[in-house]
């Protein structure tokens, strides 16, 4: 009964979403303020209805429920517990159900929580978002449905994935998502401040935590994807500019330039009609990108060939909200009063061009990953576009962002005078010169972007602290650290993705055991090889043990694992870390003269990416935190007075 349960509750709320838009759309229309009295509580229900419609795939997957399709094709009942959980979004189906209960569950805190909108501009806003739900319950119900019965049942389960049996990647989607659906909402206000043509500071202040909230969920995400690829894949690298990557890296994009926007129309009341146009545009981006990584184009354009059905209907929905959004805004964009006017020298002018800077690398990105898609679908021929295009393309307006970046917070609000900004720049300058003096006559040869990389981190480092200058650190605001925080966690990734490309190295031998083999500064003796067995899976176990100086060795292990159900092999890294890097070694196959391939890496400081990643999202987190106490100190003296 499960799986009706969740499908019955999957129809009803798709059947509210209708509901809450018909409410919204004609009490707008109309005026009448019962029918939109009653939009937020339908908002609830239906957010509760998804999550029990989720909460019954999940039970399925856990208890492996083999009546039905989907968890035939994603689950083995030998699987550990935490994997069977994770099944039920490892696939597309769920993944989809996934999408759409995090929209409806938005929609209804949106609805519960949401006190400072105008009321007209709230159900606009829950009637865009019912809008956008309508459309994935029909996705689910007509083309995808995850609760699917198959009689006879099989006695067994596929399985899932190897590669998604693992830890990193059982809460990376979940993270994933939070941010990708948690755009909807930014643009459901965009959506309905355009109907109800009230772009304004107050919207603004009632979006800019919403979008936050979905900058950091994408900032912790995309973070745990690089991460899970590096040590997962076996690989030993951390981003390849594949597109599955890029399909999470253009809606941060999209949202970080929004999230900067969205601060100067709270704050200053400029910069009106294009917060509203990046609005759309993050959210178009986060459509693309799960579609791209769903709907299965991406392992073969002519994927719609094989699957018609789902490629028309995403195709549909992709035109749908996209150009629905684009044409609505080209219709109201002239009712958008102008906002407060700036010179070019001046934080928002430093803003503007952070945002310039932003869209032109979203632009490459964006061109890159679809450019031979098209190709292949229009001509049938295969291209790829790989890192040499986007490093060439996006590295150079990568760095101007990072220096612009490093400047803005040292600017004055409205208007600045050159000679006071000067002097404000001039340490961050000094140690930026003094950084590249050091490298130039002491450091190794390495390449361009690297070094400027390198030299730049220094400078943008000493930019960011610049706002604690002269404060009392106590009264200062927690956004203010917050922004001080994530500039700084910049710097240090910077550094991180600089010296992992200019310092490591790599040995790759074929050893027998016994041998001993160098990597910059550790020596490696692989000392045993043999098979073992887990769960799930049988392996080949190698035992290395790593030496740098007069330390202690260290022990690594490092598997080839093959999973019998579905039958996969896999490469199991093992890295050890120090405090300047990470050692990291993969065992290959054995040829026939006894030797084993071994891949050993030494990657300086290599940690500090992934560490600056976590600085960026927490200092994402303490600004929302600042914001939002910030605003509720204010609402409240506000009612005190009043």
């Not at 707008?28 to 229900?45: F, K, Q, S, T, Y």
Request: charged fraction near 10%.
């Amino acid at each position: 009964m499960m799986a009706e349960a969740g499908l019955a509750a999957l129809w009803l709320a798709a059947a509210l979403a209708g509901l809450q838009f018909i409410l919204g759309a004609a009490g707008l229309a109309r005026g009448r303020d019962a029918l939109m009295g009653a939009v937020r509580p339908v908002a609830v229900v239906q957010g509760a209805l998804t999550a029990i419609a989720f909460a019954c795939l999940i039970i399925m997957f856990v208890q492996v429920d083999l009546s039905v399709k989907l968890v035939i094709a994603n689950n083995h009942s030998a699987k550990p517990l935490l994997y069977r959980i994770a099944g039920a979004w490892g696939n597309h189906e769920g993944s989809m159900l996934m999408w759409v209960t995090i929209l409806a569950v938005a929609g209804a805190a949106v609805a519960l929580f949401e006190r400072r909108l105008n009321e007209r501009t709230l159900i606009a806003t829950l009637a865009a978002q019912a809008f956008i739900g309508l459309g994935f319950y029909a996705f689910l119900l007509f083309a995808s449905n995850p609760f699917e019965r198959v009689f006879p049942a099989p006695t067994e389960g596929n399985g899932l994935n190897p590669l998604l049996q693992d830890p990193g990647l059982a809460f990376h989607p979940p993270t994933l998502y939070l941010g990708y659906v948690g755009l909807s909402v930014a643009f459901s206000f965009a959506v309905g401040a355009l109907v109800t043509r009230d772009v304004g500071p107050a919207f603004a202040r009632a979006m800019r935590p919403w979008v936050l909230a979905a900058w950091i969920f994408l900032t912790l995400g995309i973070t745990a994807g690089s991460y899970w690829a590096y040590y997962e894949l076996g690989w030993g690298g951390w981003w390849f500019w594949d597109p599955v990557e890029n399909a999470s890296l253009m809606p941060w994009l999209a949202a970080t330039a929004l999230l900067h926007s969205v601060t100067v129309l709270a704050t200053r009341d400029g910069l009106r009609a294009w917060t509203v146009m990046l609005a759309v545009v993050a959210f178009s981006m986060s459509m693309v990108g799960t579609f791209l990584v769903r709907s299965g184009i991406l392992t073969s354009v002519h994927a719609f060939a094989v699957d018609p059905q789902r490629g028309a209907f995403i195709l549909g929905l992709l035109v749908l909200y996209i150009g629905g959004a684009l044409v609505l805004f080209g219709l109201r964009v002239g009712t958008v009063k102008e906002g407060s006017q700036f010179e070019a020298v001046s934080r928002e002018g430093a803003l503007v061009l952070n945002n310039l800077l932003l869209s032109a690398i979203l632009g490459v990105v964006l061109v890159g990953t679809l450019y031979p898609l098209m190709a292949e679908a229009m001509t049938g021929e295969k291209l790829s576009v790989g890192p040499p295009y986007f490093n060439s393309a996006a590295g150079p307006i990568a760095l101007l962002l990072i220096v612009a970046m490093g400047a803005g917070p040292l600017l004055r609000w409205r208007r600045d005078d050159i000679k006071p900004l000067v002097m404000r720049l001039a340490l961050p300058t000094l140690l930026t010169a003094i950084a590249f003096l050091a490298f130039t006559l002491f450091g190794p040869p390495i390449g361009i972007f690297p070094l400027l990389g390198l030299i730049l981190a220094a400078g943008v480092a000493a930019a960011s602290i610049a706002p604690l200058w002269k404060r009392n650190l106590r009264r200062t605001p927690l956004f203010t650290w917050g922004m001080v925080i994530a500039h700084l966690g910049i710097a240090v990734a910077l550094v991180g993705m600089a010296s992992e490309t200019a310092f490591t190295k790599e040995t790759l031998v074929a050893a027998r055991p016994g041998e001993t083999h160098q990597v910059g500064p550790w020596a490696v003796r692989f000392d045993s090889v043999d098979p073992v067995a887990g769960p799930n899976w049988t392996a080949v176990e190698a035992r290395l043990s790593a030496t740098r100086g007069d330390a202690a060795p260290r022990t690594l292990i490092t598997q080839s694992r093959m999973f019998y159900a579905p039958p996969t092999e896999t490469n199991e890294a093992s890295i050890t870390s120090v405090l300047d890097g990470q050692l990291y070694v993969v065992l290959g196959n054995a040829d026939d003269q006894g030797r084993w391939q071994l891949r050993l890496w030494w990657k300086p400081w290599v940690t500090l990416i992934w560490l600056g990643g976590v600085m960026i999202a927490l200092g994402g987190l303490l600004s929302l935190i600042g914001r939002v106490v910030r605003e509720r100190r204010n609402h409240m003296a506000t009612e005190a007075y009043a």
